[in-house]
């Protein structure tokens, strides 16, 4: 059997627009399994799914019916603007995204916001579900497309829209000939391993005997490199430990014991879909997300940590997510930022501006790469608005 290709396609836009309930038609799986989000129906953490688009006569599928085309890794990012941070860390794991627009609805602040976190994380494919088709008329349907086109000027334009009924099921093979469409950048397979850590868990179950626990298993995405089964690896900022009122990161070192391309066990992995690594790690090291934002790698090939960075950046024209058209201020010394760099997050005071770069000093420490991209958000009227974006130099 050929090597299939994989992409990672992130679900994105405003709560309520069905994303979740897409990405079920589109998988067969409901990417949203964490119990307090089952019960609010929303999505709160990054959901994963993952399928094999096949196409045979009859045109794209999931069924497995003729050739096998491409393997799709699916993050399900959560519309709700108190979860940008989440979404920004979704966003550092894509090759393109599905941004769906309810047609009955229409574009929401957060669908604006959205869009500008694609571009902020440089995510170059784009398509544009018109979802919830089956709840407007002709006229409704026209104007919402219209508006998404205008919309899209100027940043995707040539991102193709597709009129959806995911509840209905009306064009979910479009949707999968759009993503077999999209270009795969390219993967460095030769550089030392970059893996980003988007997910933590603990997988016991109560009442496991200790011949049968697991370690901690890490979910993310390799952005260059190969990992293999019994590799000695490092976990930078690492552990963090509150000593006499002071913050310590300390590197966590373990051993690969599994590794996992999707829900199948591999024993090496190279770049492209969302993945696991089981370690050896005390399984409440990394329970609950604790090790989200995290960069491993093998042991020794890491970075040294630092609390502060240079980045050049790029100012978006207006506040998004706010409503309304709210003209964008310059970055000013002694601004506190909030950044966000691969899967993490982190929070700096402006030291230095001088035109588009900025001197930061950090309250949580980055693993630093040069070229790294980088989202920047400011606070305003207490939530976290994305203002911009750059990269580390």
Avoid at 7 to 12: K, T, Y
Avoid at 17 to 33: D, F, I, M, P, Y
Avoid at 106 to 114: A, F, L, N
Wanted: net charge positive; hydrophobic share 40%; proline share 4%.
């Amino acid at each position: 059997m050929k090597e299939l290709e994989t992409i990672n396609i992130g679900m994105v836009g405003h709560i309520d627009h069905g994303k979740t309930t897409l990405l079920q038609k589109l998988s067969g799986k409901w990417a949203s399994r964490h119990s307090e989000e089952l019960k609010r129906g929303i999505s709160i953490k990054l959901g994963y799914a993952d399928i094999v688009i096949s196409k045979d006569k009859s045109g794209y599928n999931r069924e497995g019916k003729g050739e096998q085309i491409r393997h799709v890794s699916f993050v399900d990012a959560p519309g709700h603007e108190m979860l940008m941070a989440t979404m920004l860390s979704g966003a550092a794991m894509m090759d393109g995204a599905i941004l769906v627009v309810a047609a009955n609805e229409g574009i929401k602040p957060q669908t604006i916001e959205h869009l500008a976190a694609l571009q902020a994380k440089k995510v170059k494919n784009l398509v544009v579900v018109q979802n919830k088709i089956d709840l407007v008329n002709a006229e409704q349907a026209k104007k919402s497309y219209n508006d998404i086109k205008e919309l899209l000027r100027g940043k995707y334009e040539n991102a193709p829209i597709i009129p959806v009924s995911a509840l209905q099921e009306v064009n979910i093979n479009r949707i999968y000939e759009a993503i077999v469409d999209m270009k795969i950048p390219p993967r460095d397979v030769e550089g030392e391993p970059v893996f980003v850590i988007a997910r933590s868990f603990d997988i016991n179950k109560p009442g496991a005997t200790p011949d049968k626990l697991h370690g901690c298993v890490l979910g993310g995405t390799l952005k260059q490199g190969k990992l293999k089964v019994g590799e000695i690896i490092e976990i930078k900022p690492g552990r963090v430990v509150k000593e006499a009122n002071q913050i310590h990161f300390y590197t966590l070192k373990s051993k690969i014991v599994k590794l996992f391309k999707g829900s199948n066990e591999v024993n090496e992995l190279t770049p492209g879909g969302s993945m696991s690594v089981e370690t050896e790690l005390d399984m409440a090291i990394g329970k609950n997300d604790l090790l989200a934002g995290n960069v491993l790698s093998l042991a020794g090939k890491l970075p040294e940590m630092s609390t502060n960075v240079n980045v050049r950046f790029t100012l978006f024209p207006e506040v998004f997510g706010v409503g309304g058209h709210v003209k964008m201020e310059g970055i000013k010394p002694s601004e506190m930022l909030m950044l966000s760099i691969n899967t993490g997050m982190t929070v700096g005071v402006v030291k230095h501006v001088k035109k588009d770069l900025i001197d930061l000093s950090l309250k949580i420490p980055v693993v630093p790469f040069k070229g790294d991209n980088v989202g920047l958000a400011r606070n305003v009227n207490g939530h976290w608005r994305l203002i911009g974006y750059g990269e580390i130099i």
